[in-house]
Nanobody, 120 residues
Framework: QVQLVESGGGLVQAGGSLRLSCTASVRTFSSYDMGWFRQAPGKEREFVASIRWSGANTYSPDSMKGRFTTSRDNAKNTIYLHMNSLIPEDTDVYYC?????????????WGQGTQLTVSS
């Protein structure tokens, strides 16, 4: 079982930046592809970014490119979501996810989320 703990959320003014972290409690963290998602109450979960186990490849939807990037530090069992030029519409609960079933496979493990609020 993999436990994921997100941190770094909070209140940020529009136009600001923030970095979220997700730390995994697993010995083989470098075997896991990781992803970021976000969800607001009453809305569907939205994909934000993903990163391969090696860190060599990342992916994000066009709507996120240029503002959101992800990176990882396998020595720290941690991935990061770097967010810039934040807007109020980015207010959501942000979740990280993990899978070791191969790139593109369904996400197996989820964190509890961290709240980001962007004020106008």
């Amino acid at each position: 079982q993999v436990q994921l703990v997100e941190s770094g959320g909070g209140l940020v003014q529009a136009g600001g930046s923030l970095r979220l972290s997700c730390t995994a409690s697993v010995r083989t963290f470098s075997s896991y592809d990781m992803g970021w998602f976000r969800q607001a109450p009453g809305k569907e979960r939205e994909f934000v970014a993903s990163i391969r186990w090696s860190g060599a490849n990342t992916y994000s939807p066009d709507s996120m490119k240029g503002r959101f990037t992800t990176s990882r530090d396998n020595a720290k069992n941690t991935i990061y979501l770097h967010m810039n030029s934040l807007i109020p519409e980015d207010t959501d609960v942000y979740y990280c996810a993990a899978s070791d079933d191969g790139w593109g496979s369904p996400w197996k493990y989820w964190g509890q989320g961290t709240q980001l609020t962007v004020s106008s």
